[in-house]
């Protein structure tokens, strides 16, 4: 056998005299790996495929059955491939172990944590007739080669580690079969007549690109259910082997996927994932994936599993569509609650036991509260005849639809749930169904209408998405929304939560007894829009209970002693679990209960887990008792009740607090701000690399990495593909903006470009001189969130719907008297006619508009007038007192136009010290970001000095300004202007705290 050397040569000589020729370069490169890689070769353990696919490899090499490696060729002299970072040799995102990049004269191995090069010789030494290869490198080429060749897949025992892995060869599966959809190939035909069958008979909108995405999460899931279920410890390509599933969805999916069309991208792909899941530690794996999670049953690590798959795979997706987890002891309090709720409250002894019940899970997801509901009619001992048809559930969402199949098929396999014979059907009824959508009510619902002389009592239960950007606008669930509609609302964004609800109710208005049982995002309990729901709720249901769990993260909710109160999810809106409960003899009015858990996510689990509706303890609530007092107000001019779920315990102060001027009444106009609908593309701190990105955008000249990244596409009813076409770029379009209180950006703003440019109230502020008062309709937190801006700003400018009330109109006239509210030809004071009556009739001195919005200003920044009214600025827009003794109101409103200023940094000073390893001219890089000792750290040697804690805690509505500043320019050098300007905001926020507290000792004795 020949040695390297031989080998080296004897490729040195070919290369030499192929290097005109294409062919014969690659047949002298492909003849080189193989003399190597035959010097490693065991018997035939050694299997080298070639394969000419664009995004694959150029070999592949196969041990015992599993891929170990890849060599990618690149028919080049070029050296810089070999460097390290280069983009060709990361362009494999699914290969997580062991790539070879092979050019003609280098080759560099990037496995794990080796990163190794060797050049064996460059081009010009081939006109050398005497050069011989250096020996040092030919062994070091061998080595590199030793590596290679004797790496082996380690086993996965992280669930992370190998959601990253599956999910990663799931995308590049999706993406493939996406992009060969135009190839015409027998498969890409095959795979599209499975399409048009499917959604012919199941799914009439599914998206091609969402079922090429839910095959190929379906495929690399199934294999690993296949494996975790199995008892052979080992799987291959062929699943039907291994799955016999009787659920014909998955089994068209199956076939088509083990075709003999298959292409050899796909099989390489699907080898590729079932020899990293036969690479899995089943049991470490296992306790990996439960590890501290709440008793789970030995199935829920499944689901659990399937949550972190698709996070990985596509995050953005999953919350988008809202597929989260629910965790057991949540489930088991609803459960067990509406065991309960049947038993005491609908005369049911046997409860959810009963054959006179038709229970509902109408949003399945992965099947929680299905798996939850069988595990505790098996413990109860139920006979599995009573419960045929009987249970059902509806999930509109394709994946989650048949992995929960596949899930139930594979654990209640030889159950009481399912016939011994398996080509029977189950004793559980999931439907592939829009709950929202009634086109198939009738022939799917065995509860519906047509079955109302055997009537059964309906039970819905589950967790509904959330979701304000819904997309469920079908005709049939707007209509039926209609009844919650309030009157005076102009815009109402209809969260998917509510959509459910509203279902719910709909069925139980028709079923005339049952229960409902959900856990749902908690703004229903007070939020004003919604009002209306409230109240027609409250006229169709005998009882309520409401268990808030709080947890909101953008209002920094806290329990007793400023402690940090945690979300059961991993989501910012709060939560709640509500029961409704209806009897054939609906009262008119029902009972609401109300009760409430602070704390931490482990402890509000816990509380749910051993306990149930009968023994937590509620108290009654009664909204009329609000609502009377609140009826006598102005407040009730335009909102005539409230019917609020949450107990008031300051309705004392109702009947002053209603008499203050509304925002919404004091200002002539306010609207929202500016919604780029693309922040991403649209804005940023830099404004050269900002026209730069547009100007690419505009030019079409990007790749299909820029176009997702930046979502080149259209979206809902923005045709921005249409926009970027009749438009092009200006440089004049990119205007100073607002993003976050003090964090000034650039953004690309044209009229017929931009998503909203909010012209009602931003035409008056841009290139006027002018103020306008930012603000939100409610509050949650101990601080209103309230700013100034005098430029563009974003319409989540208090890090949630924020609107703005400028202080002048502009190319307004009037005939209206302004007294000595000043008025020219050019703008008019931006106030309602009856509240610049009371104004001019409440105080001797004549004010002027901007004395008006400082005093305004003050008030809304009184921690004192926060603290009293938090309940009332909770439900509406804040109502304004407007003192009597006008001393005060001076004073006040010398303080307020004081902060103004100061917030629009017109007056400024030196803020503190700057720090830094590298020398203050140089700035400094923004690394990890922490605050210790009284020193903010931006970076390992930078920071800044004497920063006090109320400085770097100091928020706007809940908005952590010097931590989010920071943040958002992580990664980025901080140049001497920006710590200059970093140093300002220390002033100005220093000085803020200043005047609060002169604030607040006026206002100490006047609320």
Known sequence: MENMHEIAERYLHEIGKSSCSVQLLQ?????????????????????????????????????????????????????????????????????????????????????????????LFVKEDLLKNDFRIDSSKISLLMGIFKKFISSKPSSITKSRDLALELSARASVLRNYLIDSRKDKNDFSREFAKLFNKIRGKSVQDLDYDDFADACCQLWIYGAFLAYMNGKAGWIDERLSLHIDSRFHIFTDILQVFESAKIPLFVKIIQKEAVGIINSIHRDEILRDISRGREKASHYHPYIYFY??????????????????????????????????????????????????????????????????????????????????????????????????????????????????????????????????????????????????????????????????????????????????KPSGEKKLNWDDYIKFIRFAHFELEKSGKGAIGIITNSSFINAVTLRKMRRELCGSFDFIYVLDLHGDKRHLEKREHGLKDDNIFDIKQGVAITFFIKNAGCENRARIYYSDLFGSRDEKLKFLEEHDISDTDWISIEPDEFDSEFSRTRWSRKIPYFNLFEPMKNNVFVKNYGEYWGLNEIFKDFASGVKSDRNELMIDIDEDVLAGRMTRAFSGDFDDDFREKYRIYDSGHYSFLKRLENLSFSRNSIKRFMFRPYDERFIYYEKGFTSNPAEKVMKHISGNENIALAFTRYVKSEIFPVFVTDILTDCCFLNEWTYFAPLYLYGESTNEKQGRVES???????????????????????????????????????????????????????????????????????????????????????????????????????????????????????????????????????????????????????????????SCIFSSINETIRIKKEIDELTAKLF
């Open 27 to 119: 047949e002298a490169l492909y003849g080189f790996l193989k003399d190597i890689l035959s010097l490693f070769n065991d018997a035939d353990s050694l299997e080298i495929i070639s394969n000419n696919h664009d995004s694959l490899p150029t070999l592949r090499i196969e041990k015992d059955g599993i891929i170990t490696g890849y060599i990618d060729i690149e028919l080049s002299f070029i050296d810089s491939v070999l460097k390290k970072g280069e983009k060709s040799i990361r362009k494999y995102p699914y290969i997580a172990a062991n790539l070879m990049k092979a050019s003609l004269n280098g080759f560099r191995l990037s496995s794990g944590n080796i990163d190794e090069k060797a050049v």
């Open 824 to 982: 020219n030809e050019f703008r008019i004071a931006n106030f309602n006619k009856e509240f610049l009556e009371f104004i001019l009739s409440r105080y001797k001195h004549r004010h002027d508009c901007l004395e008006i919005l400082g005093y305004i200003y003050a008030v809304l920044n009184s921690s004192i007038y926060v603290n009293t009214f938090l309940e009332f600025l909770k439900i509406d827009y804040p109502r304004i007192p407007f003192i009597d003794d006008e001393d005060s109101f001076s004073k006040l409103s010398f303080c307020g136009i004081k902060l103004i200023y100061n917030h629009l940094q017109r007056s400024q000073s030196a803020g503190s010290e700057f720090s830094s390893g590298k020398g203050k001219s140089d700035g400094s890089l923004v690394q990890r970001i922490s605050y210790k000792d009284s020193k903010l750290h931006i970076s390992g040697t930078s920071f800044f000095k004497e920063i006090p804690l109320d400085l770097w805690k100091y928020n706007v509505g809940g908005y952590e300004v010097i931590r989010q500043w920071l943040k958002s320019r992580q990664g980025r050098m901080l140049e001497e202007q920006d710590l200059a300007y970093l």
């Open 307 to 484: 949550e972190e798959f698709l996070r990985t795979m596509d995050p953005l997706h999953k919350k988008d569509r809202g597929v989260y987890y629910t965790p057991i002891p949540v489930v088991r309090y609803i459960i067990n609650s509406l065991d309960k709720i049947l038993k005491n409250k609908l005369d049911m002894p046997h409860g959810l036991e009963s054959n006179d019940t038709a229970i509902l899970d109408f949003a399945t997801g992965t099947g929680i509260f299905l798996m939850e509901l069988f595990k505790f009619l098996q413990e109860k001992g139920i006979r599995k005849d009573i419960m045929n048809n009987s249970i059902t559930g509806f999930e509109f969402m394709f994946v989650p639809y048949v992995v929960v199949n596949l899930v139930f098929e594979c654990l209640f396999s030889g159950s009481e749930f399912t016939e011994s014979n398996s080509r029977k059907k189950p004793y559980y009824n999931i439907i592939l169904k829009n709950t929202l959508d009634d086109a198939v009510e009738v022939e799917l619902f065995p509860f519906s209408d047509e079955r109302k002389c055997n009537q059964k009592t309906l039970v819905i239960m589950g967790n509904p998405p959330y979701n304000v950007k819904s997309k469920n606008k079908n005709a049939w669930i707007k209509d039926l929304l209609e009844l919650y």
